[in-house]
């Protein structure tokens, strides 16, 4: 699997607005809402279950990321939107940092497979650090469809 067949690239934030974790996951939800990437579902009952996901554990990993991420009636396949904050946002990190690169992971429920491959894919990208530090500096959506088109071609980036 590839990342860029999952990421929705309309879906793409380059700036937040939010500034806490419970308003990014909105924004990234909202983004994918208008992207037309959650079926029936709303922006609410997604985030919704996102935040509950992400109260049980923080998907704050370190380093400057986070992958928050859910299985939802929402989507028949896996879908990913990715939001950047130039100030940081506190996810609750697992090293207490600010986090700058969130990569938000939904899941169809039926395909535990799928979402397994995807943050399979998602956690291997961003366990390099030349592609945390590229993916921080990203300006706009294309700049980030190229840096992760990029990354697929080449795992060391």
């Known amino acids: 699997m590839k990342l860029v067949d999952s990421v929705c690239f309309e879906a793409t934030i380059p700036e937040l607005q939010a500034r806490d974790r419970d308003g990014v996951i909105v924004e990234l939800v909202s983004s994918l809402e208008q992207a037309g990437r959650l079926g029936g579902c709303t922006c ?10 992400e109260n049980e554990a923080s998907t704050g990993m370190g380093r400057g990321v986070a992958v928050p991420h859910v299985k939802h009636k929402a989507v028949k396949n896996v ?16 090293d207490k940092q600010p986090v700058y690169s969130i990569i938000l992971l939904i899941s169809p429920v039926d395909g535990p497979d799928k979402h397994l491959q995807a943050m399979e894919c998602v956690f291997r990208h961003l ?15 294309a700049q ?3 840096l992760i088109k990029e990354a697929d071609e080449d795992p060391s980036l």
């Open 44 to 53: 609410k009952e997604v985030a919704a279950s996102v935040i509950k996901r």
């Open 127 to 141: 366990q390099q650090e030349k592609f945390r530090k590229f993916l921080r500096q990203c300006r706009d959506a």
């Open 144 to 146: 980030v469809e190229d």
């Open 79 to 94: 879908v990913a939107a990715i939001g950047l904050s130039g100030t940081g946002i506190d996810f609750f990190a697992l």
